[in-house]
């Protein structure tokens, strides 16, 4: 159990040095003067080099990919080009936003999916499973920012429900807080739902049709039990494997729909550091992303061993 | 039936009451702004960007010498001056009893550290080189200040106005970008980075009290966004609407004032001068004629906007209108081409940064040139970052389409090197005498005669100025309806009901 952990953290830290190199190439190669950009056009060379000197930006490559690694290591993620705060900071604050966002999403994404899915496949055909159908097409041919804002015209502009965008900050309270988060986790769902749902029917299906439910129908079961005893338990591995490749796309990819619902959330700050050159914090936040799938893989990889007691077993 | 009746009574009484509650509500004193732009820091005097002056300049921050809303310069923490017969001596009477946010006092000393720190060696104040003609700076006593020059600058007052020269505080200086202290009617109560940004009145303010007591503002890139955040309510204005065609909803609604300005942007095409064809003036003259100004600014910003010349807005003091020195002719055009040895056109590639209103002016040029038989090969560079160093730092383009927001910078042209790579000595030398008039009207005639040179010359295609969309609630009032220096100076907002 120990050696398992130690593995994987081996592997956890080899990958992300192995990002942390590509990105960093990555951004030099990139064109783009950070110094410029916060100076703008007018400044002079002589003013350019003050700041590039304050940024560390005149150091040989190799000193500044050490200096970023050695700072890491002490916890130390660096301060920001263009906001001189810290990057820790940054991510922190921008956190608030997106892993509430995200967990809600996720939610009701599978609020929706699951039972949809499995209701569904229980009659293929039937008028259930040609709604979800339906559902699942157009929710995966829709984009989610477009969703964002029809749900702003029709229910937040019509009704006043929920607010038109804007974040007021959890200070602001909890149901203010959550209030500002709802739609953008509707319109962050339905796609998300339509993708889970297909999955969730399919491997419902496929599990139905497998010789030991008919065994069990066989000796008795109910279809109730037989679905939560022996469909599900089974079904849920591919479902578990999409949601856990879901949760990482939406911690970073919710930057369409930030934008549309004015959110500061990881993925607007990815964005703007991106085209202000902010090469700290793009490399940071990059790190992070990489990061966050990687433990979302293991975490994944454990619920495996509880779900399917057959990768318990030692080899 | 009675159920039915006895239902809309009280549905009405309720109503009634509520409404009764709005009448006799106090006038608000707190005010929501949206902007486009987040600020990257708050400290207009170590970076560039215009954002940050667009909230903490008058807000916050004050200078010698204040910029009104016509665009003249008014006296602020500087009572008066006088300047010398030969324009190389200021001297600055400075006010009495001004305290900044941090309770320590403002004096001559604090002026001096505010204009020594612009002008020294690893300074990084992005406008640096507006005030090198300073030489020295003395501090004669807490209310006299000297500034000694070595060669005549008439604007230099007017450049003292600007954010870049701000005065700050020595001891909070460090932390100005993330927490400013200046002598402002307002101070910052916190900055949610990536949010919004609440400023509240400075109980210590030595001027007039302003009648806000809380400002918010709200950062929202996305102008459907911004529309959807008015219609709810969630801002109160939005003094520059980044999506000029979302305007007309506002203009209808009777809730909302749409008042629309001038700005200190001039869109212009840059030509690279070095390259031929362009450094022929003939052709840049025939691409001025072939181009309809109009078209463009119906195309790009609701015909909201106003066809320049020459590089000056119509919110600067001196500006001519210049349109008619190369009006829109096509026939015209295509014969000057011919004379310029072009019968048959040519081809070259126009550089679009990636901003709205420069990818479809540029789609519109491309058309118009088709007629005259220019092709035009549209490229996008990412702004800003590629496109500074491509097009502004290497010089390696043909043509390409910015706007430029700083006030009064028709003396770019004189600049060298400038990605215009465009060397007229005879511009050069009226913009240096500029520098030396004495007397505001001489220095009107010198910016005129200036923007004379440039209309006749184009070293740049000069499309319009920028217009400024301000929308905001009915009620509010003392918002700027131009802006001739990026700024939202709401020090004299307040809601009138």
Same mark, same amino acid.
């Given at each position: 159990?120990?050696?398992?952990?130690?593995?994987?953290?081996?592997?956890?830290?080899?990958?992300?040095?192995?990002?942390?190199?590509?990105?960093?190439?990555?951004?030099?190669?990139?064109?783009?003067?950070?110094?410029?950009?916060?100076?703008?056009?007018?400044?002079?060379?002589?003013?350019?080099?003050?700041?590039?000197?304050?940024?560390?930006?005149?150091?040989?490559?190799?000193?500044?990919?050490?200096?970023?690694?050695?700072?890491?290591?002490?916890?130390?993620?660096?301060?920001?080009?263009?906001?001189?705060?810290?990057?820790?900071?940054?991510?922190?604050?921008?956190?608030?936003?997106?892993?509430?966002?995200?967990?809600?999403?996720?939610?009701?994404?599978?609020?929706?999916?699951?039972?949809?899915?499995?209701?569904?496949?229980?009659?293929?055909?039937?008028?259930?499973?040609?709604?979800?159908?339906?559902?699942?097409?157009?929710?995966?041919?829709?984009?989610?920012?477009?969703?964002?804002?029809?749900?702003?015209?029709?229910?937040?502009?019509?009704?006043?429900?929920?607010?038109?965008?804007?974040?007021?900050?959890?200070?602001?309270?909890?149901?203010?807080?959550?209030?500002?988060?709802?739609?953008?986790?509707?319109?962050?769902?339905?796609?998300?739902?339509?993708?889970?749902?297909?999955?969730?029917?399919?491997?419902?299906?496929?599990?139905?049709?497998?010789?030991?439910?008919?065994?069990?129908?066989?000796?008795?079961?109910?279809?109730?039990?037989?679905?939560?005893?022996?469909?599900?338990?089974?079904?849920?591995?591919?479902?578990?494997?999409?949601?856990?490749?879901?949760?990482?796309?939406?911690?970073?990819?919710?930057?369409?729909?930030?934008?549309?619902?004015?959110?500061?959330?990881?993925?607007?700050?990815?964005?703007?550091?991106?085209?202000?050159?902010?090469?700290?914090?793009?490399?940071?936040?990059?790190?992070?992303?990489?990061?966050?799938?990687?433990?979302?893989?293991?975490?994944?990889?454990?619920?495996?061993?509880?779900?399917?007691?057959?990768?318990?077993?030692?080899? | 039936?009675?159920?039915?009746?006895?239902?809309?009574?009280?549905?009405?009484?309720?109503?009634?009451?509520?409404?009764?509650?709005?009448?006799?509500?106090?006038?608000?004193?707190?005010?929501?702004?949206?902007?486009?732009? #987040? %600020? *990257?820091?708050?400290?207009?005097? /170590?970076?560039? &960007?215009?954002?940050? !002056?667009?909230?903490?300049?008058? =807000?916050?921050?004050?200078?010698?010498?204040?910029?009104?809303?016509?665009?003249?310069?008014?006296?602020?923490?500087?009572?008066?001056?006088?300047?010398?017969?030969?324009?190389?001596?200021?001297?600055?009477?400075?006010?009495?009893?001004?305290?900044?946010?941090?309770?320590?006092?403002?004096?001559?000393?604090?002026?001096?550290?505010?204009?020594?720190?612009?002008?020294?060696?690893?300074?990084?104040?992005?406008?640096?080189?507006?005030?090198?003609?300073?030489?020295?700076?003395?501090?004669?006593?807490?209310?006299?200040?000297?500034?000694?020059?070595?060669?005549?600058?008439?604007?230099?007052?007017?450049?003292?106005?600007?954010?870049?020269?701000?005065?700050? #505080? %020595? *001891?909070?200086?460090?932390?100005? /970008?993330?927490? &400013?202290?200046?002598? !402002?009617?307002?101070?910052?109560? =916190?900055?949610?980075?990536?949010?919004?940004?609440?400023?509240?009145?400075?109980?210590?303010?030595?001027?007039?009290?302003?009648?806000?007591?809380?400002?918010?503002?709200?950062?929202?890139?996305?102008?459907?966004?911004?529309?959807?955040?008015?219609?709810?309510?969630?801002?109160?204005?939005?003094?520059?609407?980044?999506?000029?065609?979302?305007?007309?909803?506002?203009?209808?609604?009777?809730?909302?004032?749409?008042?629309?300005?001038?700005?200190?942007?001039?869109?212009?095409?840059?030509?690279?001068?070095?390259?031929?064809?362009?450094?022929?003036?003939?052709?840049?003259?025939?691409?001025?004629?072939?181009?309809?100004?109009?078209?463009?600014?119906?195309?790009?910003?609701?015909?909201?906007?106003?066809?320049?010349?020459?590089?000056?807005?119509?919110?600067?003091?001196?500006?001519?209108?210049?349109?008619?020195?190369?009006?829109?002719?096509?026939?015209?055009?295509?014969?000057?081409?011919?004379?310029?040895?072009?019968?048959?056109?040519?081809?070259?590639?126009?550089?679009?940064?990636?901003?709205?209103?420069?990818?479809?002016?540029?789609?519109?040029?491309?058309?118009?040139?088709?007629?005259?038989?220019?092709?035009?090969?549209?490229?996008?560079?990412?702004?800003?970052?590629?496109?500074?160093?491509?097009?502004?730092?290497?010089?390696?383009?043909?043509?390409?389409?910015?706007?430029?927001?700083?006030?009064?910078?028709?003396?770019?042209?004189?600049?060298?090197?400038?990605?215009?790579?465009?060397?007229?000595?005879?511009?050069?030398?009226?913009?240096?005498?500029?520098?030396?008039?004495?007397?505001?009207?001489?220095?009107?005639?010198?910016?005129?005669?200036?923007?004379?040179?440039?209309?006749?010359?184009?070293?740049?295609?000069?499309?319009?100025?920028?217009?400024?969309?301000?929308?905001?609630?009915?009620?509010?009032?003392?918002?700027?309806?131009?802006?001739?220096?990026?700024?939202?100076?709401?020090?004299?907002?307040?809601?009138?009901?």
């Amino acid at each position: 159990m120990i050696f398992h952990i130690a593995k994987s953290l081996a592997g956890l830290i080899i990958t992300l040095l192995i990002v942390s190199f590509i990105i960093f190439l990555v951004m030099q190669a990139v064109p783009g003067d950070p110094a410029e950009i916060i100076l703008g056009m007018s400044a002079q060379p002589d003013t350019l080099a003050a700041l590039r000197s304050q940024l560390g930006l005149d150091q040989s490559l190799l000193q500044r990919y050490l200096n970023w690694l050695l700072g890491l290591l002490q916890g130390d993620l660096g301060d920001s080009y263009t906001y001189s705060t810290s990057v820790a900071q940054l991510i922190g604050e921008r956190l608030k936003v997106t892993l509430p966002l995200t967990g809600l999403a996720v939610f009701l994404s599978v609020l929706i999916s699951l039972p949809l899915g499995v209701t569904a496949a229980a009659k293929p055909n039937g008028i259930i499973d040609s709604f979800a159908s339906l559902f699942s097409q157009m929710g995966i041919a829709v984009p989610n920012f477009w969703i964002g804002l029809l749900l702003i015209l029709g229910i937040s502009l019509t009704f006043g429900w929920f607010p038109a965008g804007g974040f007021p900050g959890w200070e602001a309270g909890l149901w203010s807080a959550l209030n500002a988060l709802i739609l953008p986790a509707v319109a962050l769902a339905i796609p998300q739902a339509a993708v889970l749902t297909r999955v969730t029917r399919a491997a419902v299906i496929e599990i139905t049709g497998e010789d030991f439910v008919r065994t069990a129908r066989a000796k008795g079961a109910t279809p109730n039990y037989v679905l939560w005893h022996h469909v599900m338990p089974n079904a849920l591995i591919p479902i578990v494997t999409m949601l856990g490749m879901q949760i990482s796309i939406l911690i970073a990819g919710a930057i369409l729909v930030e934008n549309v619902f004015n959110l500061p959330g990881m993925g607007k700050l990815a964005y703007q550091a991106l085209a202000q050159r902010d090469l700290i914090v793009i490399q940071d936040v990059v790190l992070f992303f990489a990061a966050i799938v990687i433990i979302i893989n293991f975490f994944v990889d454990a619920l495996y061993t509880v779900l399917d007691p057959r990768l318990r077993i030692r080899r | 039936m009675i159920r039915l009746f006895r239902y809309i009574l009280t549905t009405t009484v309720a109503i009634g009451l509520l409404t009764i509650n709005g009448v006799n509500a106090q006038p608000r004193n707190d005010l929501v702004l949206g902007m486009s732009v #987040e %600020p *990257t820091g708050l400290d207009p005097t /170590a970076a560039a &960007p215009v954002a940050i !002056g667009q909230v903490v300049w008058q =807000n916050l921050f004050e200078g010698l010498v204040a910029i009104n809303k016509a665009g003249e310069i008014e006296p602020q923490l500087a009572e008066s001056w006088t300047i010398s017969e030969d324009g190389l001596t200021y001297n600055f009477t400075l006010r009495s009893g001004v305290t900044f946010q941090n309770n320590q006092k403002f004096t001559a000393e604090t002026a001096k550290y505010t204009i020594d720190r612009i002008l020294e060696n690893d300074s990084i104040n992005p406008q640096k080189s507006l005030y090198k003609s300073i030489s020295s700076v003395k501090a004669v006593n807490p209310k006299t200040l000297i500034l000694t020059l070595s060669s005549p600058s008439a604007d230099l007052l007017y450049w003292l106005g600007f954010p870049a020269a701000v005065m700050i #505080e %020595p *001891t909070s200086e460090a932390t100005n /970008a993330t927490n &400013p202290i200046g002598t !402002g009617p307002f101070k910052l109560l =916190n900055w949610k980075k990536g949010n919004q940004l609440t400023l509240v009145k400075n109980e210590h303010y030595w001027g007039k009290a302003t009648k806000l007591d809380k400002v918010t503002f709200r950062f929202i890139s996305d102008p459907q966004a911004q529309a959807a955040a008015l219609n709810s309510g969630d801002i109160d204005a939005m003094p520059e609407l980044s999506a000029p065609e979302l305007v007309s909803q506002f203009k209808h609604n009777q809730a909302f004032d749409t008042v629309i300005g001038t700005t200190s942007m001039e869109v212009v095409a840059g030509m690279n001068n070095a390259k031929k064809p362009f450094n022929d003036a003939r052709v840049r003259q025939a691409l001025m004629m072939a181009t309809d100004r109009q078209a463009i600014i119906d195309a790009t910003s609701e015909g909201l906007g106003t066809p320049i010349g020459s590089h000056f807005s119509p919110s600067d003091t001196g500006y001519e209108d210049l349109t008619n020195i190369w009006p829109y002719d096509p026939v015209k055009a295509k014969k000057l081409l011919a004379e310029a040895g072009y019968p048959n056109g040519f081809t070259f590639t126009m550089k679009m940064p990636t901003r709205t209103y420069a990818e479809r002016a540029a789609e519109i040029m491309q058309a118009y040139y088709a007629m005259i038989g220019v092709t035009m090969i549209l490229e996008s560079s990412e702004f800003p970052a590629k496109w500074v160093q491509d097009v502004f730092k290497d010089s390696n383009y043909d043509m390409t389409i910015v706007g430029h927001a700083e006030p009064l910078d028709i003396s770019i042209y004189a600049r060298h090197p400038y990605y215009f790579n465009y060397h007229n000595p005879k511009f050069d030398k009226t913009i240096a005498e500029i520098s030396n008039t004495t007397t505001e009207v001489e220095r009107i005639a010198g910016y005129k005669k200036s923007q004379e040179i440039l209309a006749q010359d184009v070293p740049a295609l000069f499309l319009y100025a920028f217009p400024k969309i301000g929308v905001w609630k009915k009620g509010l009032q003392g918002m700027w309806k131009n802006q001739p220096v990026p700024s939202n100076d709401i020090t004299d907002a307040f809601w009138s009901e």
